[in-house]
């Protein structure tokens, strides 16, 4: 039998190419189509060593049309993953329109090609964004959509594009998958999260300042309602969000199912950041030192998920704890301290 084929875009970014291991390693053939603006090349070799399969792989932008067509003329492809676009929230205020860009028009042209070449199967990398955040915790799927800056907006409004073109179209079905706070790294130490700069997020923060990149941690505000004062977030290893997309590419054809499901990915936990330094100090042995500083404008004081939907549809639960994401980061940090560029590693 012929492997079934998926298209991953953005998939020599940080999720995808943890994905693109689980679904070779699932029996799939992978076409990664990614246009390098956020990641490296070199992480196609770490995916071949890992897997021992090397996936195709196209330099391309989503938004090239007809570089589109001549990828889905060239596959047979089953189904996408799209994981492409641009994801810090700062950058699209400042800069809403090349938000609106990358992550609207570059699933615009997707979705076209999609359509035009008879694929009909998609899954979304969306995110808790989505969501407001000054309601009730756990955030379940049926919980208020508010998002509050132009990255959350380009989300939404790229979730309700595709539930327009399945309801439109018979056949379609897609899988919107809302990811929580995505971290940790590959359990080899050769794959992980590699911001370009200063890292915008708290993981890859600590993981700089466990390796000596940085002299210490801000931690944004310390007097919220939360257990000791700091955020709280769900944060989920980047392994379990891998298996997520291929439960999901596993059952989105499923009789039964609605030909549209919105999921959260998360582990329905929260920890305070201050929890995560601890963790983070434990795994690697290493001295975090931090210092509270002001509230960062626009978090929330908590955000956790709400899971039971990704387990009754899905059949999946994130697996691994904090101290898993926290020792597979330090792996993977110390063993490659300026991510993909100390290639020997
Ligand atoms: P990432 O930046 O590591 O990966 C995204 C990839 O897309 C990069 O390799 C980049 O080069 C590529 N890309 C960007 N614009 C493109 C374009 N126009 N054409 C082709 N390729 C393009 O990010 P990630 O953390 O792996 O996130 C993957 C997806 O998940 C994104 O859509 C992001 O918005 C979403 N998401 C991420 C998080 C998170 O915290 N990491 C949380 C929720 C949702
Ligand atoms: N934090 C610090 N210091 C830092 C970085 C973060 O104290 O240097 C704190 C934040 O204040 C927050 C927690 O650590 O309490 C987590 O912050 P992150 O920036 O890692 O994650 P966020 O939950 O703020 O944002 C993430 C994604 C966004 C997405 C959002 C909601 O980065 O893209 O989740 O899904 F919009």
Not at 54 to 81: E, H, K
Not at 105 to 122: K, N, P, Q, Y
Not at 287 to 313: E, K, M, N, W
Request: proline share 6%.
């Amino acid at each position: 039998m012929p492997k079934p084929v998926a298209l991953l875009t953005g998939a020599t970014g940080y999720i995808g190419s943890h994905t693109c291991v689980e679904l070779i390693a699932a029996g799939w053939q992978v076409i990664v189509l990614d246009n390098l603006s956020n990641s490296s090349p070199v992480v196609i070799d770490r995916i071949a060593r890992i897997s021992g399969v090397r996936p195709d792989f196209i330099q391309a932008d989503v938004r090239d049309r007809s570089r589109l067509d001549r990828v889905f003329s060239t596959y047979a492809i089953d189904a996408v993953i799209h994981f492409a676009g641009l994801k810090s929230v700062g950058e699209s205020v400042a800069a809403p329109l090349r938000y609106y860009d990358h992550n609207v028009t570059g699933t615009l042209c997707l979705l076209d090609a999609m359509r035009e070449h008879d694929v009909r199967r998609i899954v979304f990398s969306s995110s808790a964004t989505v969501y407001g955040m000054s309601g009730e915790m756990p955030l379940t799927e049926e919980s208020r959509l508010a998002p509050s800056n132009p990255y959350g907006r380009s989300k939404l409004i790229v979730e309700e594009m595709i539930a327009d073109i399945v309801a439109a179209t018979q056949g379609w079905r897609a899988m919107l998958l809302r990811y929580f706070n995505p971290v940790g790294a590959h359990p080899s130490g050769t794959m992980g999260e590699d911001p370009a700069g200063t890292p915008n997020n708290l993981m890859p923060y600590i993981a700089q300042v466990a390796v000596g990149r940085r002299p210490r941690l801000s931690v944004y505000g310390g007097d919220y309602a939360t257990p000791d004062g700091t955020g709280v977030r769900d944060y989920i290893h980047v392994m379990d969000l891998a298996a997520g997309h291929v439960a999901a590419l596993g059952c989105i054809g499923r009789k039964g199912l609605p030909p549209l499901s919105r999921i959260n990915l998360g582990t329905g936990r929260g920890h305070t950041v201050l929890d995560v330094v601890r963790a983070f100090e434990a795994a690697s042995g290493r001295a975090i030192p931090f210092r509270i500083v002001a509230r960062r404008p626009g978090d929330a004081a908590s955000c956790y998920a709400g899971v039971t939907l990704a387990h009754q549809v899905l059949g999946w639960k994130a697996m691994r704890s904090l101290r898993e994401m926290c020792a597979d980061t330090w792996r993977w940090q110390a063993a490659n301290p300026h991510g993909y560029s100390d290639r020997a590693a």
